[in-house]
């Protein structure tokens, strides 16, 4: 990734070298490996299960506390979610409510139908 970056022109290449390079931390692909054994590829919160369906894993594993606003890269702070789910999650700035053990989609609560593993609060 760095070559690549490192091979683009300047200007506002630059400014895109700078997040991946100096600020993005490092994600580990073995935690959603371990979450995708743990549910079967389930989603949490819908229980869809896409490899039963289609064979191919397409459930994402997501941070509850995101990476980005402090949250550790640990399978504590992750969950398994479909790719709806995730992307109704990071739209909607949903936060992770750990007394509910669910997303608050404002007054509305998408609860973990499944859940397998501890989470850190």
């Known amino acids: 990734m760095a070559r690549l970056l490192n091979d683009e022109p300047a200007g ?3 400014e895109r070298k700078h997040y991946p390079m100096t600020e993005a931390r490092h994600r580990s692909r073995s935690l959603v490996v371990q979450l995708r054994e743990i549910y079967s590829g389930e989603c949490q919160v819908c229980r869809w299960a896409p490899k039963r369906t289609y064979g ?29 789910h995730h992307r109704a999650v ?16 404002g007054d509305r609560i998408e609860a973990l139908g499944l859940l397998e593993h501890e989470l850190a609060a």
């Open 12 to 14: 506002i290449a630059d």
């Open 56 to 84: 191919a894993d397409l459930c994402e594993a997501d941070h509850v506390r995101w990476v980005s606003r402090g949250g550790p890269d640990s399978i504590g702070n992750r969950v398994l979610l479909c790719p709806n």
């Open 90 to 105: 990071h739209r909607c700035d949903a936060p992770f409510d750990f007394g509910k053990m669910g997303f608050l989609f």
